[in-house]
């Protein structure tokens, strides 16, 4: 049973099961231009997707103190006021993605201390601060993807110490701070995928002792070290496709040992060191095609892998030598060791 619920705006849908005290207020889609102030006091869900609500005043949420979801999503929110939140100790999601924000209020988000999720995608969000997301201990999952990022500053995330997921990806992030991410000691996946990265600095991953995928396609990275991937030791999953990958040093990935997929398509990588996958017991997949293949001595150790390995090589008859002109196109499997030479 369905009751009907008085105090509904009048373009809305109210609706409430019976033998609950809970009403879900749906405006979705009705042409609304500020944010309803006639609310049932019960409301426990609210969908305001795609209206013309351009900014959050201070207490939009006071007479609605029982607020566990908030739907926001593509209005034209420029502003938020500070205390807009103030009060909703209950909420768990606020989406609002696709909307016109440029900066978020520092500690805007304050009494939000019960918030698991957070979307702010496809905004045009520029900066991060470090109180921005203060007290809110209880955050599993930040998603920023689609705006304006250049720079991930010193304890942006701080806050957040059980954070699981963060996206980032499909800005335009070119440097990271060495303390960018600390505090994220319960992080489980973080994409930074479609950025303009060309270097990460040495330990910023440090924190992430969680972390179990890491997504850093379609940057510019053009080389890492150890130290760059310090801290990885849970890392399953890491993601490295269409950078600007000339060379690994052969411990790169030496702390590695739970890897069971890596992909490094879509670099420039001529050789490899067979010897770096030799401690990753539980690797089942390596996507290494695309690459520019020097199939000379060098890369003895590395074909001597793929012989014995039981990873899957996707896909394997992909991987082919660029040079030298006498192994062009053929199939690194293929390939006889003592036929392997280096100009002498």
């Not at 500690?107 to 601060?129: C, S, T, V």
């Not at 440097?175 to 994409?191: C, D, V």
Request: aromatic share 4%; net charge positive.
């Amino acid at each position: 049973m369905v009751q009907a619920v008085e105090g509904c705006p009048n373009v809305c849908k109210c609706s409430r099961k019976s033998g609950l005290e809970k009403t879900e207020v749906n405006c979705h889609k009705r042409g609304l231009r500020a944010f309803p102030s006639n609310l049932p006091p019960d409301a426990w869900i609210l969908k305001l997707g795609e209206n013309g609500i351009s900014d959050l005043k201070a207490n939009v949420l006071r007479l609605i103190p029982n607020i566990e979801s908030i739907n926001l999503e593509r209005n034209a929110i420029k502003s938020i006021h500070p205390q807009a939140f103030s009060g909703a100790k209950q909420l768990m999601l606020l989406n609002l993605y696709g909307n016109h924000i440029t900066n978020l209020p520092v500690k805007g988000f304050q009494d939000l201390l019960n918030l698991r999720f957070l979307m702010l995608g496809q905004n045009q969000i520029g900066i991060l601060k470090p109180d921005m997301f203060a007290r809110m201990r209880n955050l599993s999952d930040l998603d920023l993807p689609l705006n304006a990022l250049t720079t991930l500053p010193s304890n942006a995330f701080k806050h957040l110490i059980a954070l699981k997921v963060l996206d980032l990806s499909l800005n335009r992030i070119q440097k990271i701070s060495p303390k960018a991410f600390t505090g994220l000691r319960q992080l489980m996946f973080l994409n930074l995928d479609n950025n303009s990265l060309k270097t990460i600095p040495a330990g910023a991953f440090g924190p992430l002792r969680s972390l179990e995928m890491l997504v850093l396609d379609n940057n510019l990275l053009s080389t890492l070290s150890l130290s760059t991937m310090n801290g990885l030791e849970n890392l399953q999953e890491l993601y490295l496709r269409n950078n600007e990958l000339e060379h690994l040093p052969p411990d790169v990935f030496r702390n590695m040992t739970k890897l069971s997929q890596l992909a490094l398509s879509g670099n420039r990588l001529k050789t490899l060191d067979g010897n770096m996958f030799a401690h990753m017991p539980d690797l089942k997949k390596l996507h290494l095609h695309d690459n520019q293949w020097q199939c000379d001595c060098n890369i003895i150790s590395f074909v001597q892998w793929i012989g014995q390995t039981k990873a899957t090589l996707s896909p394997r008859d992909a991987l082919k030598c660029l040079s030298p002109p006498e192994h062009r196109n053929k199939s690194l499997s293929s390939l006889q060791v003592n036929k392997l030479q280096c100009p002498a």
